[in-house]
């Protein structure tokens, strides 16, 4: 399944958030016709869809209402349509949210994230280098899979949820392979090995599982 469906017929704006949405980390498919979209929608699904209005055959507000005979998928209509009934319209139809266009990216990417947060959270986690599916237990980098055991997946997964947070050897050992367990302590320091030389561009001078010593790690995600 796709994270997000871009429906634009306006191709060089449609590339440019397309590229901008991957490189926060998110898997994404463009359609330039609603027909299209829906087809895409129908045949594969998609966990959000942005949606401009103004297109040629099927507009914007024929998709949003056709999505909404058979899913509640969060919908965000970005469009140069500014009039108040246009937007109600959006609306009424189940638009999650309605955007002017020109719009400020971060904006966008804000509620986009908050809407990731809310109805995906326990699934999720991404922050523009590395997604976990916790649900699916799959790790991607830079969208390509990555083939991670069980306790490295874990421990990524602990050390993604607290990002910018240093967590001490002791809590990340205890909390991935438990308090009772009979693994040596130094096991921590081999998965942190191991991990660095699957998601660093360079394990060696690693930029997102960082040590802090005497402490223990902090992951810094977002660098590419």
Known sequence: MTDILVVEDNLEMAALLCDFLRAEGYSVQHCDRGENALLFFEQ????LVILDI???GLDGFGVCRKIRESSNVPVIIVSSRTEKNDKLSGLVLGADDYIEKPYDIDILLAKIKG????RYNSDIITDGFLKL???????????APVELNVKEFDLLCLLMENAGKTLSKDYLFNEVW????FSEPQTLTVHIKWLRQKIENDPKKPEHILTVWG????YEGGKT
């Open 44 to 47: 594969s699904g998609t966990r």
């Open 54 to 56: 103004l297109m040629p």
């Open 115 to 118: 809407i990731f947060q809310r």
């Open 133 to 143: 599916d916790k649900s699916k237990r799959r790790a991607y980098k830079n969208n």
């Open 178 to 181: 438990g308090y009772d367990s």
């Open 215 to 218: 402490v223990g790690y902090r």
